[in-house]
């Protein structure tokens, strides 16, 4: 009934903007007359059983019909279902389900004929008990069919143990109830004492299926796999009931016994009502968290089973503990299996989260675009270079000095709007490759953004001055982009600035990439193909932007570089180059 109020109460606040709210509240309404219809039937039959109002005859004729009706109600509710359902797996579980409570109305019928039109006890076993023990085996296939919760085979390893440990501790719970009894009882022939064992047996399946799939299933079929489930166990436990009864000789039709059997059936056939009612949508984008009692559902009839058996061995009765106590050893073992399953999952788990966590770093400090580093981490190993150069013993001797070049495309715009801009980003990563090539492993290339590239240099082995004409002259060669013959020179200027050792020790990060700016935009306005050196040296009050050198000037977009040596310039102020703070927001 919980399962059914929150369908409801679901439906109810879908919003009014909705074009089938109407049609879902008609449903609902008709859902909650269906479950009160049946919480009144089954409190009259109860009444019935309980009070036992009429003669002995007509109470059992009550009893046999009402169970007749709640079978038969329940497989047309499974097959309206079946209709409702999608083609597919859903649909064959509905059919097979409908199938199971059809043959058992069909045992019940002929039960019903010995009892009611006979007047007579039915004889065990007769064609009652085929109808009887198909439902299991349908309702089984049935639970079989449903989809599964998970594909991995970590996924398929734990239903496979949490089977067994359900199955185990259900096993064990009906030997101490019925199962043993049923042995101990024996019977005339093998074939009753066989037919008494596949009742509990049947049982123990069906709900070790049961609270598989409810554990597994999504929230849109969740309260219907409830009802199925509740009534399943309701079914279980009559079978159960009826079995320990008949081997103690005590069973009789018309008691209080039989109304699990009545109430199991009117759940499913709710159910039925309830899965061909259609339901409001369904929120999406959500991940799927398991629940605790998920996690816990294998253990709860192992912790039942251990503790009537406990309760059986402390009061000194129930069947010999032989067979429980090899169940119970073989559910430790399992129960162990189990474990070292969730222990091996959980070392997966935090495997893979520190792959993302790997992962997701490299995103957060490299351009996705050409791998390099970005503006954050070049900033963070300029600055832990020159915290090394300030502490390095060989900066006396001058050998440890830092320098830091700023590269900007030159025309990348005119790419970009003739190209496009996939031809843009292949310029860029064929750029990101030129500079790597042409500069030591130990240095260090960035994309800070755009068309503009830095590199990082600690501790050179050749002039930085040498290190920007080599970066300049690896960028003449011409490039094919946008799938065409087209060659598209490229060319750089660069903004080069070094950190010289003892002279200037309080430099900081900041400071020094201001340089290298400022350099790289005394580059661009001297011309294409330019590297500007930053001079700290004081020459009076200011700090002096040496123009360098240039390089080859590159021809118009589309055709070849023609190389065009240029002497050197004179040295010009760098007060009026501008300048932009780089430092990584914090």
């Not at 299933?217 to 309701?234: E, F, P, S």
């Not at 025309?411 to 042409?438: C, E, P």
């Not at 082995?461 to 960028?475: F, H, I, K, T, W």
């Not at 935009?521 to 123009?547: C, E, F, S």
Request: with cysteine.
């Amino acid at each position: 009934m919980q399962a059914v109020r929150r369908w409801a109460q679901q439906l109810v606040v879908v919003g009014t903007d909705s074009p089938d709210v109407t049609a879902w509240r008609w449903e609902a309404r008709r859902v909650q007359v269906a479950a009160c219809l049946v919480a009144l039937a089954l409190l009259g039959y109860a009444v019935v059983l309980l009070a036992d109002p009429f003669p002995r005859a007509a109470t059992v004729a009550v009893d046999d019909v009402g169970q007749l009706l709640a079978a038969a109600s329940a497989a047309v509710c499974c097959v309206v279902a079946a209709r409702g359902a999608p083609a597919g797996r859903i649909r064959r579980a509905w059919l097979l389900l409908a199938a199971g409570t059809g043959a058992w109305a069909a045992g019940e019928g002929v039960w019903s004929y010995y009892e009611v039109l006979a007047g007579r006890a039915a004889p065990f076993p007769s064609l009652a008990d085929v109808g009887f023990l198909a439902f299991p085996v349908l309702a089984s296939a049935a639970l079989l069919v449903l989809p599964a919760g998970g594909d991995l085979p970590v996924s398929r390893a734990r239903d496979l143990l949490d089977g067994l440990i359900i199955a185990g501790s259900l096993l064990v719970l009906t030997w101490a109830t019925s199962l043993g009894a049923v042995l101990d009882a024996g019977g005339p022939t093998r074939l009753s004492v066989a037919l008494g064992l596949a009742y509990p047996l049947g049982d123990v399946v069906v709900i070790t299926l049961v609270l598989l799939v409810i554990g597994r299933a999504t929230a849109d079929r969740r309260g219907v796999l409830a009802l199925v489930a509740v009534g399943l166990v309701a079914l279980a436990g009559a079978d159960s009931a009826f079995v320990y009864l008949t081997s103690t000789a005590s069973y009789a039709s018309g008691t209080v016994s039989d109304l699990g059997w009545v109430a199991g059936f009117a759940l499913v056939a709710l159910a039925g009502v309830l899965a061909a009612t259609p339901a409001p949508p369904a929120s999406a984008g959500q991940a799927r968290v398991p629940s605790w009692r998920r996690l816990g559902l294998p253990y709860l009839p192992l912790l039942l089973a251990a503790t009537v058996v406990a309760g059986q061995l402390l009061a000194g009765r129930g069947p010999p503990p032989g067979p429980q106590i090899m169940l119970g050893l073989g559910l430790i073992a399992v129960v162990l299996g189990r474990q070292f399953l969730t222990l091996a999952d959980n070392r997966r788990l935090l495997v893979e989260l520190r792959a993302e966590r790997e992962h997701a770093r490299h995103l957060a400090l490299h351009d996705p675009l050409t791998g390099l580093p970005n503006r954050a981490l070049f900033y963070d190993r300029v600055a832990h270079a020159l915290s090394l150069r300030s502490r390095d013993a060989t900066a006396a001797s001058g050998a440890a000095t830092t320098s830091v070049m700023f590269c900007d495309l030159d025309d990348f715009k005119t790419v970009n709007d003739r190209l496009g801009h996939a031809a843009g980003d292949a310029l860029l990563v064929a750029v990101a490759g030129r500079l790597r090539a042409s500069l030591r492993p130990a240095d260090t290339v960035a994309r800070l953004g755009g068309d503009e590239f830095a590199v990082l240099i600690e501790q050179p082995v050749e002039p930085p001055p040498q290190v920007a004409a080599r970066l300049v002259d690896a960028m003449t060669a011409p490039l094919i982009l946008a799938g065409t013959e087209l060659a598209v020179s490229i060319s750089i200027s660069i903004g080069l600035a070094t950190a010289i050792p003892v002279a200037e020790e309080a430099l900081d990060a900041d400071a020094l990439l201001q340089r290298a700016d400022a350099a790289m935009y005394a580059a661009k306005r001297q011309g294409k193909a330019t590297w500007v050196i930053h001079d700290p040296r004081p020459h009076g009050n200011d700090n002096r932007i040496t123009l360098a050198r240039h390089q080859n000037r590159p021809a118009p977009l589309g055709h070849a570089a023609r190389p065009a040596p240029l002497g050197r310039s004179p040295n010009q102020t760098g007060a009026a180059a501008g300048s932009r703070g780089l430092a990584p927001d914090r």
